[in-house]
């Protein structure tokens, strides 16, 4: 218990030596050795030297690699916006509306989706909105509808809606906690200075939240933007995604180096969108001091 | 409180649209129907004794649960090694090696899969039940160290402090004091990896060795209509599964709080 | 006030010092505590009297110097093998215990039975006034009641000494008051030293024997409460304990035991040299204590000297009155307290007063 900084610092690394351990192994390691693939020349199912750069010259010139990478991007970054924006007035009626004794049943009855099955989650959307799928039969059954609407079909906005769906709970968490946060006497501060309810949210209970906002946009962006089962099921599996592509790439075609280069290009984008919400969220506590 | 109609029905409908697809589950699951559409026909308990027959996805159950239980088992101890070091130490490199650990949330889980896989492949390691296990715990420890650390951060250290000085080991120390106050975290951290675990598809998918994985069949049954029915049954056993085990992680964190005599601040999550 | 002189010590610090990285939280600590003494760390916070009463718990390693107990060298001995046992500043009640269960913590290894084990508890229990107690969930016990269970839990164990670390500071006034006393008799009974942390001064000055007043990792003084508050060894000292006026001085001439100096105000005074601390290098001031002031009433006359003053402030406390006042038609202003008593009426701001003092009460700092 009598603990010099160095006594203290040998316990500390033999305490968490077994989990650093597994993590250098499993993880650095693996994650190193993307890194250096990205680099060696290929061939089908190995690589040898020499080192070069042309796979990722590769990702520069051909117009395939670019169009996965932006288009994942742009569905994520949607799917972000529309999960967050529609979990804000949830995780706001939760916080403002609700008795405090009945929030924790609230906001368990919010995540209890979150922890069903997401395969099964993901299935009953094809089930759902997939060809001859429970939409079309009960339109066209109702007479709504003469021909199947086939919303499966429908690509990116099917993808969309589905991602939507699976990652909203995620949304409401930590927005909720943020507003939780607020000063309720600031809210009352802000009225009895004469501000309309309206203007005192804009003012006040928006910007103070914003971190969680910021929080659940980076929640919902990452398994998003990573996501492999919902193009596969849903868009006519023609739209494939960031994961869709490392898996040709790497398991289809075998081809590691160029394989590698996507995955570290991938890795790259997602670590400079995240940081740029980190960023965002450092510049709103900022702002508050 | 303040009435708030418009923001009650919102949130009301879209609770509804969380919902929706899941309560299609004992919908149809009970339905006598070969397809699922509207109009119902009648009622039937066949599907579950489809789903009962099922030879493969008993042994893709099976093997779920044997992974499930040990990837929870392992997370849950390297995040208590991790929790209680960063917590109660500090020592060179511990925000790296944090970050490692914690890496995975920020990762798309594909590119953990496939940087694990080449190694493996390269290694001449097969691929089995055990190299699912290995990569899920990659996923799952994040969540075990989050849910850890807070656990250990609640714990007072003069608590610690008080066993030593009535002339207590280290030892003694961690098995009367502090394994006793965060054991509702370690139940939590455990049930959380469970779920998580059961549910994960990605790493099953690749890093199986073809052999059913629960998650990795039921994905496949979906393709095929017939079988959509039978799969609805399992979804719903599923559903009320987690949240019998979800209630039960509720219930053990809320009696964590009342032991320790603190007060309820919100879900676990 | 006992005199702690004849005893035996118990506890020896020898240039102690501590490190935090670059930070100096404990500079050149040296002194004795003695057996069976009720001595008081007392200092504002951040004045290292936590830390060193940590050290000599054993929860914090000192960098260097030598803390003896009882004739034993502790560097080598962890917390767990100290003959001290501590009571937390937040009890640090064991939560998934009851009552019981807390107190008997200590014994686990004991080699007593489990009866006599439970009658130790029980004992003890009925020592700090909770007896019946044991089966209470240690959770559901108020403020005063945790604080006598943890009292009960070290007592337990018959340690050569007791450490409180600021014991009282969660309990409200009345119930605080109260366990000072409890505490100073429990300390009579039991006969143990205790060596209790707190930044309360008048804490100290009501339940100890001997007191260290703590600064900035050193102790400025060592002694018994009383000489600390009549002859504060510097301005610190004086201004942390009580309330002290300071009056600037010229010293005009140290003869031998004899020091002569002229007060801003008080004019020439001839005061002993027991009354001038060790010189610390500063401006040359002298402290008067606002009770050794009175105001003197129609023909009363002063003992010793009087000096003409002129209310500045009056400040009514019911039982007693503090008074401002501009001393002898100079800019010089100190604060004297008077009881009110019948036939004595509060006077006014504005009024012509003369104030009575005695040499015998100045202190000089310089």
């Known amino acids: 218990m009598a603990a010099t900084p160095r006594s203290e610092a040998r316990a500390g690394l033999k305490l968490i030596s077994p989990t650093a351990i597994y993590v250098i192994l499993l993880l650095a390691v693996p994650l190193a050795t993307v890194l250096v693939y990205s680099v060696m020349t290929g061939g089908r199912a190995n690589v040898s030297l020499p080192l070069t750069f042309d796979n990722y010259a590769q990702l520069g010139t051909k117009w395939v690699y670019g169009y996965i990478l932006l288009k994942s991007l742009l569905i994520a970054l949607s799917v972000t916006a529309i999960t967050v924006l529609l979990a804000y007035p949830v995780a706001y009626f939760v916080s403002f509306h609700i008795k405090p004794e009945r929030k924790s049943l609230w906001l368990f009855l919010i995540t209890i989706p979150f922890w069903t099955s997401y395969i099964i989650r993901v299935s009953l959307w094809f089930v759902i909105i997939g060809k001859d799928g429970l939409l079309d039969s009960s339109l066209m059954s109702l007479g709504i509808m003469d021909q199947p609407l086939n919303l499966a079909s429908y690509g990116i906005p099917s993808i969309i809606l589905v991602l939507a769906h699976a990652y909203a709970p995620f949304a409401v968490l930590p927005i909720f906690v943020s507003l939780e946060k607020v000063d309720r006497s600031l809210l009352e501060a802000g009225q009895d200075l004469g501000e309309s309810r309206w203007i005192t949210f804009l003012r006040v209970t928006l910007p103070l939240s914003m971190p969680g906002v910021i929080a659940s946009s980076l929640i919902v962006f990452i398994p998003t933007v990573g996501d492999y089962v919902t193009p596969k099921l849903v868009g006519d599996g023609k739209q494939p995604l960031i994961a869709n592509f490392i898996e040709t790439q790497l398991l289809k075609l075998q081809d590691f180096p160029q394989g590698s280069a996507f995955a570290v290009v991938s890795m790259l984008m997602v670590a400079i969108v995240s940081i740029g919400f980190v960023f965002l969220n450092k510049r709103f506590i900022g702002g508050q001091k | 409180m303040k009435k708030a109609p418009f923001l009650r029905s919102y949130t009301l409908f879209y609770l509804l649209f969380l919902y929706a697809p899941i309560l299609l589950l004992p919908i149809f699951a009970f339905n006598s129907g070969k397809v699922v559409a509207f109009p119902l026909q009648g009622f039937t308990l066949g599907w579950f004794s489809e789903m009962l027959a099922d030879e493969n996805l008993r042994i893709a159950a099976k093997n779920s649960l044997i992974i499930a239980l040990s990837v929870a088992s392992m997370s849950t101890v390297l995040g208590v090694f991790a929790a209680r070091a960063s917590v109660r130490y500090s020592f060179p490199g511990k925000a790296p090696i944090m970050g490692l650990i914690m890496l995975p949330l920020v990762l798309p889980e594909m590119i953990v899969a496939m940087a694990l896989l080449v190694v493996l492949l390269s290694l001449n390691v097969p691929l089995s039940l055990f190299t699912v296990i290995i990569g899920q715990v990659l996923i799952t420890t994040p969540f075990a160290v989050a849910i850890l650390t807070s656990a250990f951060q609640s714990l007072d250290k003069s608590l610690e402090e008080a066993a030593m000085d009535l002339g207590e080991t280290a030892w003694g120390t961690f098995r009367l004091i502090v394994l006793p106050l965060v054991m509702p975290g370690i139940m939590a951290s455990f049930l959380i990896c469970f779920t998580i675990s059961f549910d994960e598809f990605i790493i099953s998918n690749f890093l199986g060795s073809g052999q059913p994985i629960l998650s990795v069949y039921i994905f496949g049954q979906f393709r095929f209509p017939a079988k959509v029915p039978s799969m609805l049954a399992l979804g719903t056993v599923l559903v009320c599964f987690s949240i019998i085990l979800l209630g039960f992680a509720e219930y053990m964190r809320r009696r964590g709080i009342a032991k320790a005599g603190g007060k309820d601040s919100g879900g676990f999550l | ?366």
């Open chain 3, 1 to 366: 006030m006992t005199t702690s002189d004849d005893r035996p010590t118990m506890i020896e610090f020898k240039d102690v010092h501590k490190y935090y990285g670059d930070y100096h939280a404990l500079r050149g600590i040296n002194g004795t505590i003695k057996a069976g003494e009720f001595f008081s760390l007392l200092g504002p916070s951040g004045c290292g009297k936590t830390t060193l009463l940590r050290t000599i718990a054993g929860f914090e390693d000192i960098s260097s110097g030598v803390i003896m107990i009882d004739g034993k060298d502790m560097a080598t001995v962890a917390a767990n093998a100290r003959p001290t046992n501590m009571v937390f500043q937040s009890y640090a009640i064991f939560p998934h215990m009851t009552v019981a269960e807390n107190v008997g913590f200590g014994l686990r290894k004991d080699p007593r039975s489990k009866e006599e084990k439970a009658k130790a508890v029980a004992e003890a229990l009925e020592m700090v006034g909770l007896k019946g107690y044991g089966n209470r969930a240690a959770h559901a016990l108020s403020g005063g009641q945790r604080q006598r269970v943890a009292l009960a839990r070290a007592l337990i164990l018959k340690p050569k000494v007791l450490l409180l670390d600021e014991p009282l500071s969660a309990l409200d006034k009345k119930m605080r008051e109260h366990m000072q006393v409890e505490l100073i008799k429990l300390q009579r009974q039991v006969g143990i030293t205790f060596i209790l942390v707190t930044h309360d001064q008048e804490e100290a000055l009501v339940m100890s024997d001997r007191i260290a007043v703590m600064f900035e990792g050193e102790i400025a003084q060592l002694d018994d409460p009383e000489t600390l508050y009549r002859r504060p060894a510097n301005k610190k000292v004086a201004n942390f304990i009580g309330t002290m006026n300071f009056i600037p001085a010229e010293i005009l001439s140290e003869t031998g035991d004899k020091v002569e100096i002229e007060a801003k105000g008080l004019g020439r005074v001839a005061l002993d040299i027991a009354q001038a601390p060790v010189p610390t290098g500063e401006a040359p001031v002298v402290g008067l204590r606002p009770e050794t002031l009175t105001l003197l009433y129609d023909d009363q006359k002063a003992a010793e000297r009087e000096t003409e003053g002129l209310i500045d402030e009056v400040i009514y406390l019911g039982d007693m009155t503090y008074y401002d006042v501009y001393l002898g038609g100079t800019d010089v202003e100190v604060r004297l307290s008077m009881r009110n008593v019948p036939g004595r009426p509060v006077l006014d701001v504005g009024a012509k007063v003369r104030v009575a003092w005695s040499p015998s009460a100045l202190v000089l700092f310089r």
